[in-house]
């Protein structure tokens, strides 16, 4: 119940023990003890419940430090993968050295040859790189088959085009992860706050001079708190903190535990104590979401509706923090007369008239700004990494192909079953890819295949656009088409004809020398562990 003392003048020099009567509108009469005889009481229970509620989703979040994303793969081993498989097909002559150099401590001789040429100078990270993968896969199956790849022209180029491009998007994956963190926004947010709230160090109202009045403000004459805005520490003490002798009677933040007094005497006064208090309070009594560019927004926001809720006299005092009455000419010094409260007022432009936002404000703005930011690339980090899967399996699958082909019979038989593939798995990949974002606007709509069909920005179906898989699946059957007619044209021709740039001579054929002929290997699906583990 909310309960106002009285201070009729009469009535001062009475003892403590006199029976005050409340003036609610409501006629229930409340006893309660007066405050000794020239003391003003504490602003009265609950008088500033709603700053304080404002003034912990503040706190709560700053004192959160940003979660890390989550990546599938790390660097190490997708850079290790494409140094491997670089390394052996462009200088397979180095393998028994950097197969010797992963048995052991991982040292590389580059004196002698064949390292001196290959893994010297700005070649030896790559050098480096590889033996660390073939102390791990130098037996695997997939590994095995490369080196097999590597002896046809037509699969090695294809597995060395695919590679470049493993590479180029590996590289885009690493320059957006690298902005999926960013340590300042702890920084920003811990000056913010103030000293950490945990009991462990000092911690000090900056600006604090000569009581509680001056340090907080006075909203009638204009006169901004030297405390006011400062940090968050600096405007919760001066909304919760108790003064004077009357912790016992301040509960104008509906605190369970009331705060020890604070003076405001100096800047140099340790309210450590009181701030280790009132954060724990704030963790108990509120919800303490996590830290995110929304979250810290909606907190922010909420403070800003709540400094701008009219108070005092005709409603004519704003850009106050807590509880303010009459005209505001007694300042926030946390009583409860005429025209005092428990608040803190931040002022106003004294040319613009514009009331002034706490210096604190603007680091708020800064962390969600960089929240906004490494929301963003944790978005996009995620969506490249879909791109890597894909490259991953398509090379796995040239590289499985050697073992495969042979006599013309298995040629027909990976023929038929590309052309399977090619038919059914654009659909089923895309699906499987788009579903994946069903809760992130930003990465859905970073994938082109795919369509945001959500309501909020984290809630709604990520669906596939199906007007583009099917565009590119009918992209890949004309491109197959032209690869079948080219080679048809190109067998027509007669030897001294076959000089076109789509044809090569093999001393008894005429073959194709555009890899489009070959088969869509991009879309076979392997069944085999990939040398990159997403």
């Known amino acids: 119940m909310r309960k106002e003392l009285s201070h009729d003048r009469s009535q001062r020099n009475y003892t403590a023990g006199f029976l005050c009567f409340t003036r609610l509108q409501y006629t229930i009469v409340v006893l309660l003890l007066c405050c000794k005889s020239g003391e003003p009481a504490a602003d009265h229970e609950n008088s500033t419940k709603a700053a304080f509620s404002v003034i912990c989703g503040l ?48 040292t590389l001789d580059t004196s002698a040859e064949p390292l001196k040429t290959h893994c010297a100078d700005s070649a030896l990270k790559r050098c480096q790189l590889a033996a660390r993968r073939l102390k791990e896969h130098s ?34 994956y690493a320059r957006t992860a690298a902005k999926t963190t960013d340590d ?24 604090a001079a000569t009581g ?102 005709n409603g004519v005092l704003n850009n106050v923090l807590g509880h303010i009455k009459g005209a505001g000419s007694g300042g926030c010094d946390g009583t409860d007369s005429g025209a005092n409260g428990a608040c803190v007022y931040y002022g106003k432009d004294p040319t613009t008239k514009k009331p002034l936002p706490p210096e604190w404000r603007t680091k708020i703005i800064d962390a969600i700004a960089k929240l906004e ?18 490259l991953n399996n398509t090379l796995i699958s040239l590289i499985l192909l050697s073992s495969s082909l042979g006599s013309g019979q298995t040629q027909a038989a990976n023929k038929a079953e590309i052309k399977h593939v090619t038919e059914i798995e654009p659909q089923a990949a895309a699906n499987k890819e788009c579903e994946q974002h069903k809760n992130n606007k930003t990465a859905c709509e970073s994938i082109d295949k795919c369509e945001w069909k959500g309501k909020i920005e984290t809630g709604g179906p990520c669906k596939v656009d199906g007007s583009k898989v099917k565009e590119q699946t009918n992209t890949e059957g004309e491109e197959e088409e032209a690869a079948e007619t080219t080679k048809k044209k190109c067998k027509d021709k007669k030897k001294d004809e076959r000089k076109s740039p789509d044809c090569k001579w093999d001393g008894k054929d005429c073959k194709v020398s555009s890899f489009l002929a070959n088969k869509k290997f991009s879309l076979m699906v392997s069944a085999f562990v990939s040398l990159v583990e997403f």
Request: net charge neutral; glycine share 8%; aromatic share 2%.
């Open 373 to 390: 930011g490494t929301e963003k690339a944790a978005a996009n980090a995620h969506a490249i990494e879909q791109r890597l899967k894909t």
């Open 139 to 172: 037996k695997d199956v997939v590994y095995a088959a490369l080196k097999k790849a590597a002896d046809r022209h037509d699969l090695k180029q294809a597995i060395n085009t695919t590679l470049a491009q493993l590479d180029g998007t590996y590289r885009e």
């Open 212 to 313: 509680r009045g001056k340090s907080c403000g006075t909203p009638n004459a204009n006169t901004a708190g030297t405390s006011a805005g400062k940090n968050v520490l600096a405007d919760a003490m001066c909304v919760c903190a108790s003064t004077s002798g009357s912790a016992t009677g301040a509960q104008a933040c509906g605190l369970q535990t009331p705060l020890g007094d604070v003076a405001f005497t100096g800047a140099g006064e340790d309210v450590k104590g009181q701030w280790q208090s009132l954060a724990k309070q704030c963790r108990d009594k509120h919800p303490q979401p996590k830290l995110t560019a929304a979250t810290l927004t909606k907190a922010l926001n909420d403070f800003d509706t709540e400094i701008r809720r009219p108070q005092g006299t």
């Open 184 to 207: 300042s926004i702890a920084t920003d947010l811990n000056v913010a706050l103030g000293p950490e709230p945990d009991g462990s160090k000092q911690a000090t109202i900056p600006g």
């Open 59 to 106: 706190i709560n979040l700053a004192k959160e430090k940003p979660e890390k994303p989550a990546t599938g793969s790390s660097h190490a081993d997708i850079e290790e993968t494409i140094a491997l498989l670089n390394v052996t097909l462009t200088a397979p002559q180095t393998l028994p050295q950097l197969t010797k150099a992963a048995a052991g401590d991982g």
